[in-house]
């Protein structure tokens, strides 16, 4: 590639970082304020596009133009978001934060299903942008003016955005709230309504960015966790809260894709290289070298990355005589389950689902719970067991014993390097360092064709002879993963399990009394890995296959909600939630094509009902019981 080439792409990183400032911008707006990391930052970006669409298509012939319909899509935007903080987000504040990610998160599903109803699923190409059809030539040249448009949209919404919070009261209220909260409700500012205005123009922020890339990109459902994801990035990397972080590093990471989109493959040393491939990784690459670096991001502040708005958490207990016997009554329905539906094997391998859900959810509850350690890539270890068990057996020529055997290892190894880096981090910083190690794995077995399959994955994973029936594989899982959360339940009670508890209630006392919280950290994570790679490999030999998709951040989310759905302060919480969110999706998404929306609603009920999750609520009611008595 020429210099010339390269420099024009270097302005095309100019131009998708303006609308990727715009969402981070107001997603790290909202986050200050509010202290809620909202997952459904994306959907409204999505919203932005759709909704420009559709009023530049309705209304084009009324002579409404271009311009106005992008300004009213984001103010529509904008009215969502407040109407979303008013009628749902408004009822948790007080609710610990990942509770609070667990809504977003259902408004994620609810959002997308409600935009398939409303647009279709095929994607909806906008019309360019009147004034802004042709290309200029540049150093040899042609570039798109509409994207020079866009360079320079960004840099003044970042001054609108300064004039707004430095010279308004409004402006004035906003940063003394993303200093001190209280201490601004106790001048007598309400608080509810300078959250619903912090949020409606985060919200717009996101609907305008959005709307501006409809002449670019057409309107997709897939829009919504693209999005987040990439957001995500440039608010941590930035600091969380800091505006001028999120423009820094929004022209940082788009600048470092555009880059690598230039370079494309690179021949030499005997050796092809694509640097374009590493488009769907290097801003998580960049993500884990500034928090290792600098863990509060390249502009945020040190304690913003321990600061909680939540309630401390209460001891684990054991549990009561009356929930042992209902726990040992459940084992033996699940030892008889395959005896009494013997002609039904889709129970047995719905079943088998199940289990091991359950075993990945105890897995991450074990360092979120106890240790607390936020963790949003923990499927980069349920991958992990679940590729090496195939790749063992499939190219290592070992039998499927020893593989199942081996896989927790490596993926006990793996976090055994990346927890090394994220024990050094706390709180949503932390989070995002999984995140960020977890995109790297899934990168790698993504591209990897020769040896991971690529895309395709790999197939012909199955268990050995004496298990090829499904009840005996059954029976096979029950007994590992049993085992496992049994052993994961007695560690908790164990020397280590307090001093884990310890570290995480009080790390200074901790260290004081003769504690190394680091590595106690660090064991913990090791520990958590080592059963999540072991519910990967019963996955993998129970499918008979195994794909990416098993340690995307779908998956990462899935046992999130799992952990929070049942109680994160619950020992017997991880395994409600997996068998209530695992059948929830099986039966719902059999049941309409909206199962997305059905699901997300459903999530929502049980938030508002239950905030201390389903199996908190119960132990809530023994614990009452007892005290009664």
Avoid at 399 to 407: F, N, R
Avoid at 490 to 497: D, E, H, V
Avoid at 583 to 602: E, F, K, M, N, P
């Amino acid at each position: 590639m020429t210099l010339s080439a390269f420099l024009v792409q270097l302005l095309n990183g100019l131009a998708g970082a303006s609308s990727l400032f715009m969402v981070a911008a107001g997603l790290s707006l909202i986050f200050g304020v509010t202290r809620i990391v909202n997952f459904a930052h994306g959907s409204f970006f999505m919203l932005g596009v759709y909704i420009a669409y559709t009023v530049v298509d309705r209304f084009s012939a009324t002579g409404l133009s271009f311009w106005p319909a992008l300004a009213l899509a984001a103010l529509a935007v904008g009215v969502i978001g407040a109407l979303v903080e008013v009628v749902l987000l408004r009822r948790i504040y007080r609710a610990p934060e990942l509770f609070q990610l667990l809504a977003t998160f259902a408004l994620v599903l609810v959002i997308k299903d409600a935009a398939l109803y409303l647009w279709g699923a095929e994607d909806l190409l906008g019309p360019r942008a009147p004034g802004f059809t042709g290309a200029v030539e540049i150093l040899g040249h042609r570039f798109p003016s509409y994207d020079l448009l866009l360079i320079v949209v960004g840099p003044l919404v970042l001054g609108a955005l300064w004039l707004l919070l430095t010279r308004t009261r409004w402006g004035t209220l906003v940063r003394a709230a993303t200093q001190d909260r209280e201490m601004v409700g106790a001048l007598g500012v309400n608080q509810a309504w300078l959250f619903t205005s912090v949020f409606a123009l985060g919200s717009m922020l996101a609907g305008l960015g959005g709307a501006l890339q409809l002449p670019r990109e057409p309107a997709a459902l897939g829009l919504d966790l693209l999005t987040i994801g990439d957001a995500f990035v440039v608010v941590v990397v930035g600091g969380m809260g800091s505006i001028p972080g999120a423009f820094v590093a929004a022209l940082l990471i788009a600048e470092i894709k555009a880059i690598c989109v230039g370079l494309g493959t690179v021949h030499g040393f005997g050796f092809d290289f694509s640097f374009s491939k590493l488009t769907l990784v290097v801003e998580f690459l960049v993500m884990a070298l500034v928090l290792v670096l600098r863990p509060w991001g390249l502009m945020g502040k040190p304690q913003a990355a321990s600061r909680s708005s939540a309630p401390a958490e209460a001891p684990l207990q054991p549990a009561p005589r009356l929930l042992r016997f209902a726990a040992a009554w459940f084992m033996a329905a699940l030892i008889a389950l395959p005896l009494v539906t013997a002609g039904s094997p889709y129970v047995t391998v719905l079943a088998i689902d199940l289990l091991t859900a359950a075993l990945f959810a105890a897995s991450l509850h074990f360092m979120m719970g106890p240790a607390g350690m936020h963790s949003f890539g923990h499927a980069a270890y349920f991958g992990l067991g679940a590729y090496a068990a195939a790749l063992l057996m499939l190219k290592g020529g070992w039998p499927m014993e020893a593989a199942l055997v081996a896989a927790p290892l490596f993926a006990a190894a793996g976090a055994l390097v990346f927890g090394w880096f994220c024990v050094r981090l706390s709180g949503v910083y932390l989070a995002m360092l999984t995140l960020a190690f977890a995109q790297i794995v899934w990168s790698v077995a993504f591209q990897w064709d020769d040896f991971t399959g690529g895309s395709n994955g790999l197939t012909g994973v199955w268990p050995a002879e004496w298990l090829s029936d499904k009840r005996a594989y059954y029976f096979v899982t029950l007994a590992l993963v049993a085992g496992g959360t049994l052993l994961l339940r007695r560690m908790l009670f164990s020397p280590f399990g307090y001093a884990m508890r310890a570290g995480r209630d009080s790390p200074l006392r901790a260290d004081a009394i003769g504690i190394d919280v680091p590595r106690i950290q660090w064991a913990t994570f090791v520990l958590a890995a080592l059963f999540a790679g072991l519910a990967g490999a019963l996955f993998a030999f129970s499918k008979g296959s195994i794909s990416p998709d098993s340690m995307a951040v779908g998956k990462s989310v899935d046992g999130l909600v799992m952990v929070l759905l049942g109680g994160l302060q619950t020992l017997s919480g991880p395994i409600v939630g997996a068998v209530t969110f695992t059948w929830l999706q099986d039966s719902v998404a059999r049941s309409t094509d909206y199962w997305r929306a059905l699901l997300g609603g459903i999530i929502l009920l049980l938030v508002l009902a239950f905030p201390q999750g389903i199996a908190g609520f119960v132990d809530q009611l023994f614990q009452r019981r007892d005290a009664k008595s």
